[in-house]
């Protein structure tokens, strides 16, 4: 069991930004299920992808990038004059989160989610991997 957990946590290669992407892996009998925390983001805007073994989760967010020095108080979206920006908390661009999936899995089965913010994934397990008795002739 620690070996699989630690593959788990083998594959974790962070973030392309200070947001990244935060996930949660659970372990069900028939699956894994991984959440992942995209608040904002559309359908349009994630992208998952499965190369060799490789979950990689990608989010953009494109928008303005805000001057600090500058900000967007009017209605037309036009910074006036002696306007400066107060709080910049929310970034934009890239990030990503990639994950390394135990080799117990059946990749032509999962499944991806979006609601609420969460994109949540259905990772089955494949039966294959699973130890069996063989007979002796």
Same mark, same amino acid.
């Given at each position: 069991?620690?070996?699989?957990?630690?593959?788990?946590?083998?594959?974790? @290669?962070?973030?392309?930004?200070?947001?990244?992407?935060?996930?949660?892996?659970?372990?069900?009998?028939?699956?894994?299920? @991984?959440?992942?925390?995209?608040?904002?983001?559309? =359908?349009?805007?994630?992208?998952?992808?499965?190369?060799? #073994?490789?979950?990689?989760?990608?989010? /953009?967010?494109? #928008?303005?990038?805000?001057?600090?020095?500058?900000?967007?108080?009017?209605?037309?979206? $036009?910074?006036?004059? #002696?306007?400066?920006?107060?709080?910049?908390?929310?970034?934009?661009?890239? /990030?990503? =989160?990639?994950?390394? !999936?135990?080799?117990?899995?059946?990749?032509? #089965?999962?499944? /991806?989610? !979006? !609601?609420?913010?969460?994109?949540?994934?259905? @990772?089955?397990?494949?039966? @294959? $991997? /699973?130890? =069996? =008795?063989?007979?002796?002739?």
């Amino acid at each position: 069991m620690r070996d699989m957990l630690n593959t788990f946590t083998d594959g974790f @290669v962070g973030s392309t930004s200070p947001a990244g992407v935060p996930i949660d892996i659970i372990e069900t009998p028939g699956t894994y299920l @991984v959440s992942a925390s995209v608040p904002g983001f559309t =359908r349009q805007q994630l992208s998952v992808e499965l190369d060799k #073994g490789v979950l990689t989760i990608a989010a /953009a967010l494109e #928008g303005p990038q805000v001057d600090p020095t500058e900000c967007s108080c009017e209605e037309d979206g $036009q910074p006036p004059d #002696g306007c400066c920006m107060i709080r910049k908390e929310r970034s934009t661009g890239p /990030a990503t =989160r990639i994950v390394k !999936l135990p080799s117990n899995v059946d990749e032509d #089965g999962i499944s /991806a989610t !979006l !609601l609420n913010g969460v994109l949540t994934l259905v @990772v089955p397990k494949s039966d @294959v $991997q /699973a130890p =069996r =008795r063989l007979p002796i002739d």
